[in-house]
């Protein structure tokens, strides 16, 4: 103890400051560290919490990224055991799918459902067909990373538990609607097969809106507050205080009516003329000719004539166009070394329908070749066709003609047994003569010009469009530079002018104001035009692209010329000159909007009041004496309609909702009202934005339910339609169980969840 005393009072000063130090290290540092450790929580917020359940960020970052690995491992596997990965689905991948499977987890956990690894590895084996080693697993396994760290099995085998449990759990869900129920079917042909007739009358809430007094200021707040991260969207009826992607264009139209006008007038008629002359052997070719019919008949064929229809004569008799143009087959070994034999008079007796199926078994078509030098043909011993047909084919030197007064069952037309060579007399009446000809000029003159007058508009078109592009690209350029100068000492470059451009170039000039896409493509024109674009992973190589995608999408800058067409043939020129991104607008910003908005949702119940009481009376009397003589004419008789139509869909695709003229935008709500209600009687009913309350009266229904009965009955076995209704109905159902189930699990985000990427 003395030894240890005495050490410590020696170095009893530097001893105290180290002790000091100490301190006021606790004192000062210590502190942040345990504020780091206790925040540690509040770094790793909780994103989505539940009943019984949460997530945080980080929880879910993984949960996302290990998403995507199992996917992938599952593709791997798929194409190791030679199935095509492209074709096959994956698991839901995102945030907010996520979380919907870890509450559907938790709702099947309830239940009493387990995914146990056996049933993960059954699921596996089935994926592969059995066809994947345990090391081809391990080798795509070890491919697999997280950022920097090595994907465990055991990490894969968790999501794909989540995975399987949802899964198993939403079969069990749809396994309750499997055959569809009777009362579905019966619904779903009358949608499809009942018309309605109906007067309908409207009852606009924005007139009724003016009404409605001003709200508190707190109110508009919390109501601004409810609505501000939402977009508009035309068919809601919630409003959406977001301001959305706008942009401002200009575009200079070139109407094709109108250059093809004038394009005709410099049309000559040399210029026709010179056309025709250039292009008629390969656009203005008559139909093939031959002059096998305008030549005297073979004394063969002037027998058969004499003897009666052909169906009656001998086979040696009966030829016809197609055998003209064939070639006879290859000779049997004991007719190529000699002459052919003559038809002995039991075959002449032969009915032509039993010698035309023996000539079909021994022919071989050859077509008919086009030959310039005769001579040379010849001298190859090849059929010869005159191109002319004011020259006669070259016969074969050994030939002998047929004599005129030769019994015609002597005489062996082509293609049969013992067949003379070709160019020899016994096939040369009959051989044809192709003859070349062409539509005369007076027939394609009309054809001709017309052409003409759209080749020169186009090429008037795109020489103005091409100026215009290098214009514009000029303009873009000096402003680039202007602007990188810092815009100090010099003008700024001026930009096109359109108007100008317009009227010396006979266009049609638009400068647009702030418009977002979907009200550019309501507003029709440019907004619904479209370019054909290079695509190579298209069947045809190249693909239509729409104009909102050009100047809206992804990677659209300002000021590069885009040109676009329509449907009409109208084309476009077009760029755009600024750009504002979707944002949330403050509430001194958007009070207007908000305050409009406000009222509007309040006097829905004020137009529905009114639409009460017309339908009411409608049982009695007409809608149009019912309101009266002033709002008689906004009466409109409408129908008939169906409740689902497929006129507008294309092979395959489910029925859509009909959208009957002098409805606006009708939805559900306003097809269940008509067809729930019995003829000469009044309904009511918003339509799908609630912007109007109309009131109905239904005049008929055709055909009757009692007709319609008979036919659902016998139409039983024609399913496909009504199956592609029944999915549509399925996902209304769906969503609605899974709505519920989010609330009844207390389902709360405290942030939006990210989109996929």
Not at 740 to 749: F, Q
Request: with cysteine.
């Amino acid at each position: 103890m003395a030894g240890s005393f005495e050490f410590f009072r020696k170095n009893q000063k530097s001893m105290l400051v180290a002790v000091a130090v100490l301190a006021m290290l606790a004192f000062f540092v210590l502190p942040p560290f345990l504020q780091m450790g206790g925040g540690a929580a509040s770094a790793d917020p909780v994103v989505a919490s539940w009943t019984g359940g949460q997530v945080r960020e980080g929880e879910l970052e993984r949960a996302v990224a290990l998403r995507t690995l199992t996917n992938r491992f599952l593709l791997q596997a798929a194409a190791a055991a030679g199935r095509d990965p492209s074709r096959l689905p994956t698991f839901p991948e995102g945030e907010e799918l996520l979380v919907r499977e870890m509450v559907l987890a938790r709702e099947a956990g309830q239940l009493g459902m387990v995914v146990s690894n056996t049933a993960i590895n059954e699921f596996l084996a089935g994926w592969t067909n059995n066809m994947v080693r345990q090391d081809q697993f391990d080798a795509i396994i070890g491919s697999l990373r997280y950022g920097r760290t090595p994907v465990l099995a055991a990490d894969l085998f968790e999501s794909l538990r989540t995975a399987l449990t949802a899964r198993n759990m939403l079969l069990l869900f749809q396994t309750g609607f499997s055959g569809d129920p009777p009362g579905w079917r019966w619904d779903f042909y009358k949608r499809l097969e009942q018309t309605a007739t109906v007067e309908a009358f409207p009852v606009a809430v924005e007139d009724l809106a003016v009404s409605v007094p001003e709200p508190a200021d707190a109110d508009l707040r919390a109501f601004f507050e409810t609505y501000k991260n939402d977009l508009p969207v035309a068919r809601s009826p919630d409003p959406g205080f977001k301001e959305p992607h706008q942009i401002r264009y200009a575009s200079l139209t070139a109407q094709r009516k109108q250059f093809e006008d004038e394009a005709a007038k410099t049309i000559t008629d040399d210029d026709v003329k010179a056309y025709y002359e250039a292009n008629k052997e390969t656009r203005y070719r008559a139909s093939p000719k031959t002059d096998a019919a305008a030549k005297p008949a073979s004394p063969a064929a002037a027998a058969a004539d004499a003897e009666g229809p052909a169906d009656e004569q001998p086979a040696s008799a009966t030829t016809d166009a197609a055998e003209a143009v064939t070639s006879p087959a290859e000779p049997a070994d004991a007719e190529a070394a000699g002459e052919a034999p003559a038809v002995e008079p039991d075959q002449a007796e032969t009915p032509a329908a039993d010698a035309g199926a023996a000539r079909r078994r021994q022919i071989s078509v050859r077509p008919v070749s086009m030959r310039l030098n005769d001579a040379e043909d010849d001298e190859a011993g090849e059929p010869v066709t005159a191109v002319s047909g004011d020259e006669e084919p070259a016969a074969a030197e050994d030939a002998e003609s047929t004599p005129a007064d030769k019994p015609a069952a002597d005489v062996t037309p082509p293609g049969r047994d013992g067949d003379a060579e070709p160019g020899s007399a016994a096939t040369e009446d009959e051989k044809p003569v192709v003859e070349m000809s062409f539509q005369s000029l007076d027939e394609v003159a009309d054809q001709i010009r017309q052409q003409l007058t759209s080749e020169r508009a186009t090429a008037r078109i795109d020489a103005i469009f091409s100026a215009l592009a290098a214009d514009l690209t000029g303009y873009a350029e000096d402003r680039a530079v202007w602007l990188a100068r810092g815009q100090d000492g010099e003008a700024e470059p001026v930009a096109p002018d359109v108007e100008k451009i317009a009227a010396k170039q006979g266009l049609v000039a638009v400068q647009s104001d702030w418009v977002a896409a979907p009200a550019a493509v309501a507003a029709g024109g440019i907004g619904t035009s479209f370019e054909f674009v290079p695509d190579p992973g298209s069947r045809f190589g190249i693909r239509q692209q729409r104009w909102v995608e050009m100047i809206f999408g992804e990677g659209a800058i300002a000021l590069r010329p885009l040109t676009s067409r329509d449907a009409e043939g109208n084309r476009y020129f077009s760029w755009k000159q600024e750009d504002r991104e979707e944002r949330v607008p403050t509430f001194a910003e958007a009070r207007e909007t908000v305050l409009k908005a406000w009222r509007i949702v309040q006097a829905r119940p004020l137009a529905k009041q009114r639409a009460d009481e017309i339908a009411a009376a409608a049982s009695e009397r007409g809608l149009a004496e019912i309101v009266g003589k002033e709002a008689a004419e906004q009466v409109r008789t409408v129908g008939p309609f169906a409740w689902l139509t497929e006129g507008a869909a294309g092979f395959g695709a489910p029925p859509t909702l009909s959208t009957p003229q002098d409805l606006v935008m009708p939805g559900e709500d306003l097809m269940r009202a008509v067809f729930s209600t019995e003829a000469g009687q009044g309904a009511t009913a918003f339509n799908q934005p609630q912007t109007f309350c109309y009131a109905l009266r239904v005049i008929t229904f055709e055909p009757a339910e009692a007709d319609l009965r008979t036919r659902f009955t016998e139409a039983q076995g024609d399913q496909r339609r009504l199956a592609m209704v029944a999915q549509e109905s399925f996902a209304e159902v769906f969503t609605t169980w899974m709505t519920g189930l989010e609330e009844s699990a207390g389902l709360t985000w405290n942030r939006d969840p990210r989109p996929v990427r």
